[in-house]
């Protein structure tokens, strides 16, 4: 599955982005879609988590209440949500597609990746 990422770019702290992710290529509900983010000098991390029908999410602590993961299966796209963003969010974010049923927050465990989107929160 080919996934491209957008919305990124510059806000201020406290401001929001909508992040999006298109899928093409294969079924795109079939699979389990996640968001990750890399700031730099530091490993990419998991973000968040969405199951195939959307009923399970999954967050990282630290953007827990904040962030909000969603998908449209109709459209193959997948959202992400950012409210009330700290300069500590800045990083490039990545979509990515992982065709196991367990839910995995580790990238070396999803099978495809978007090309990753640059979020940058000015203090």
């Known amino acids: 599955v080919q996934l491209q990422a957008s919305g990124g770019g510059l806000v201020q702290a406290g401001g929001s982005l909508r992040l999006s992710c298109a899928a093409s290529?294969?079924?795109?509900?079939?699979?389990?879609m996640g968001w990750f983010r890399q700031a730099p000098g530091k490993e990419r991390e998991f973000v968040s988590r969405?199951?195939?029908?959307?009923?399970?999410?999954y967050y990282a602590d630290s953007v827990k209440g904040r962030f909000t993961v969603s998908r449209d299966n109709a459209k193959n796209t997948v959202y992400l949500q950012m409210n009330s963003l700290k300069p500590e969010d800045t990083a490039v974010y990545y979509c990515?597609?992982?065709?196991?049923?367990?839910?995995?927050?580790?990238?070396?465990?999803?099978?495809?990746w978007g090309q990753g989107t640059l979020v940058t929160v000015s203090s």
């Open positions: 990515a597609a992982d065709s196991g049923y367990i839910p995995r927050h580790r990238a070396l465990e999803y099978n495809y």
């Open positions: 290529g294969r079924t795109f509900s079939n699979y389990a």
């Open positions: 969405t199951s195939r029908g959307s009923t399970n999410t």
